[in-house]
């Protein structure tokens, strides 16, 4: 009798043991993926005739087809990245001991979860594409993503603001709604015809190339669009614009430079991967 006693006991022990235990909450491993959209294979004409001179001549390239984030790369998709890969965070967040350890705090203000990611250096952006499975795009593939003709100066046509009305980016001043950064996707009317978002301002974004003034001039003559892998000049291309610019300055023809280390609140990034 004893016997069966002591081993209700036990099994009514166990059962509250592993009923009190804490569940495990399984944080997802890998990367999200987010949405990408796909430029076909062809022959496209990236620079211009009328700008300045580092944007001279428009010029005719062929590339093979190849898939662009739709969007800038946000702090909440660059945050998975760090906390599972302990790679050091932007210098603006908060301490590492928030962002590593188990707890769920965002290290930045919940409102700025779907910012694009700054204070990126061309390393950081690199490191977190290959994390994902994929690269930055070249200086072609970014300039082919954000025209759709050769006569565009923007994603959405020549004028600076959308025909209705509406900015379709965000550039200098507060007009647009935003005195800095604004959310991923805010500007829907400024989309590009093959459906990629916040090309121009926002934040200039990284590309593979190395910068060289006068590539456009020295582009290959077989026509295929390579990434220009050394430069005297040791900066990496940065295309787009950002918040900071004036409208003027944020075309899609826009090129300039930077230090590969370099970071700011005005520098982001896209990735890209090949297609079929």
Same mark, same amino acid.
């Given at each position: ?14 059962? &509250? ?6 569940? =495990?909450?399984?944080?997802? $491993? ?7 959209? $796909? ?8 620079? *211009? ?8 001549? #428009?010029?005719?390239? =062929? ?5 662009? +984030?739709?969007?800038?790369? &946000?702090?909440? @998709? ?28 965002? !290290?930045?203000?919940?409102? /700025? ?10 390393? +950081?952006?690199? @490191? ?11 200086? #072609?593939?970014?300039?082919?993503? @954000? ?16 025909? +209705?009305?509406?900015? #379709? ?12 950064? #604004? ?7 400024? *989309? ?5 978002? %916040? ?5 200039? /974004?990284?590309? @593979? ?12 003559? *077989? ?6 892998? +050394? ?14 610019? !004036?409208?003027? $300055?944020?075309?899609? &023809? *826009? ?9 700011? %609140? ?11």
């Amino acid at each position: 009798m004893k016997r069966y006693a002591l081993r209700g006991v036990l099994a009514v022990v166990l059962v &509250t043991m592993v009923g009190c235990a804490p569940k =495990r909450v399984e944080r997802p $491993r890998g990367p999200q993926q987010p949405p990408m959209v $796909r430029i076909p294979a062809g022959e496209y004409i990236i620079g *211009t005739d009328d700008g300045p001179e580092n944007e001279r001549p #428009a010029h005719k390239v =062929r590339v093979r087809a190849f898939m662009i +984030d739709k969007f800038e790369v &946000t702090n909440r @998709a660059y945050l998975q990245f760090v906390r599972e890969t302990g790679f050091p965070a932007p210098p603006r967040w908060l301490p590492d001991s928030t962002i590593l350890g188990s707890t769920d705090r965002l !290290p930045f203000d919940e409102r /700025e979860a779907d910012l694009p990611v700054a204070y990126v250096s061309w390393q +950081d952006a690199d @490191a977190y594409a290959r994390w994902r499975g994929c690269r930055l795009p070249t200086e #072609a593939e970014w300039e082919i993503a @954000a025209r759709c003709s050769t006569a565009m100066l923007y994603p959405w046509g020549n004028d600076s603001l959308a025909t +209705d009305g509406k900015h #379709a980016a965000n550039t200098g001043g507060e007009s647009d709604g935003f005195p800095g950064l #604004a959310p991923a996707g805010s500007f829907g009317n400024g *989309t590009s015809c093959w459906g990629a978002e %916040d090309l121009v301002g926002n934040v200039w /974004e990284w590309t @593979a190339d190395w910068y060289i003034p006068a590539a456009y001039r020295e582009a290959s003559p *077989t026509g295929f669009a390579e990434v220009v892998s +050394d430069s005297l000049f040791r900066q990496r291309v940065i295309r787009g614009g950002s918040w900071f610019d !004036p409208p003027g $300055r944020v075309k899609a &023809t *826009t090129r300039t430079g930077f230090d590969p280390s370099f970071r700011s %609140d005005i520098i982001g990034f896209r990735c890209a991967r090949d297609s079929e």
